[in-house]
């Protein structure tokens, strides 16, 4: 598999690539699949329908790697909280306000439709295409539990960080022995890889991020290469910034995603020599395409030749592309 070569340390040219949120609202076939599960909800513990969009965009495109489709908040809704998603509003949960809600010992039986979709998945895709299973971040799931929702600045999180740091440390320990089990279970289910979004990494602070963000992913990460020698893990700390490079020592992963404002020539003088990058495409220029496109397509491509890389975007793909222009870009890339 390419994607496993490129994180393995080989420059594979041109490089592998996928696309955050590669299955998805800009293909009429999903959202035919969207319609028929009556809910989102519904679609990530179906996995019959799970498995059908997870291969819909590897099919049409011929991406070098899947990622499994679910959702980050799919293990606190298993640990015991309540999760909906309203319509043009995004997730909804009842803030979390003390431990008893969460109970390790039920989550397995609640997410075990999505390692049943791994499964599915990983029988149905060709040999050369790696699969990727995932989980959000402890961080980043602990900011939607505490706050109730995303699409803010995540206040509560914050404060509670300053107020009740030991609170929010529990949840994080919770959090992080759950994500390792929900992973491991992937693994064993059929994933080639894992990746770890921190979506939210970014707004804590130095010391706040250190112990919240890199300190559960190193836990993590540690966990799970030692049950799995030589597995590979993707982590991607959204908006880090300077704390990127500390990230990449401490946590352990193999390769890093890069967000969008990153510069990934900044990222690779930061980072040590072997650092494997994922990224990290305006997912702008992609809904724009044309010359934009091809213009920072290629650039993106010259920053990373000679190394390996995994190319995609620096956020997720919007439901505004054009599936044309997602055939452009991998024409661009495989043309390199």
Not at 50 to 66: N, S
Not at 170 to 198: H, N, S
Not at 203 to 216: C, E, L, S, Y
Not at 313 to 329: K, Q, W
Request: glycine share 10%.
């Amino acid at each position: 598999m390419k994607f496993i070569q490129a994180l393995q340390g080989e420059p594979v040219w041109p490089p592998p690539v996928w696309l955050m949120r590669q299955a998805g609202r800009y293909l009429p076939e999903y959202r035919e699949v969207r319609a028929q599960a009556g809910d989102f909800i519904s679609l990530c513990l179906n996995p019959a329908l799970a498995a059908e969009v997870t291969l819909q965009p590897i099919r049409k495109f011929g991406f070098d790697a899947a990622i499994l489709f679910s959702d980050i908040l799919i293990l606190p809704m298993a640990l015991g909280q309540g999760l909906r998603f309203a319509e043009g509003e995004g997730p909804r949960l009842p803030p979390l306000e003390n431990l008893s809600t969460l109970r390790l010992e039920r989550a397995q039986g609640i997410y075990a439709p999505v390692l049943e979709t791994v499964r599915r998945v990983r029988a149905e895709l060709p040999e050369k295409t790696a699969l990727i299973g995932f989980a959000g971040g402890p961080a980043t799931v602990a900011c939607y539990m505490l706050d109730g929702q995303g699409g803010g600045d995540f206040l509560r999180t914050r404060k509670l960080a300053y107020e009740d740091p030991g609170f929010v440390e529990a949840v994080l320990d919770i959090l992080t022995e759950a994500t390792i089990a929900y992973l491991q279970g992937q693994v064993d289910a059929g994933a080639d890889c894992l990746m770890l979004f921190e979506s939210w990494a970014g707004i804590f602070p130095a010391t706040q991020f250190r112990k919240f963000v890199i300190n559960p992913n190193k836990r993590i990460v540690s966990a799970l290469k030692s049950r799995n020698p030589g597995l590979k893990i993707i982590g991607f700390p959204r908006l880090a910034g300077l704390m990127l490079a500390e990230y990449v020592r401490e946590s352990g992963v193999d390769a890093v995603g890069l967000d969008t404002v990153t510069d990934i020539r900044a990222a690779q003088a930061a980072c040590p020599e072997n650092t494997i990058f994922q990224g990290n495409l305006d997912p702008l220029v992609l809904r724009l395409g044309g010359k934009p496109m091809e213009d920072a397509t290629r650039d993106l491509l010259e920053a990373v030749r000679g190394r390996p890389h995994i190319f995609n975007l620096g956020h997720g793909i919007t439901p505004d592309v054009a599936e044309a222009n997602v055939a452009r870009l991998m024409e661009v890339i495989r043309a390199a």
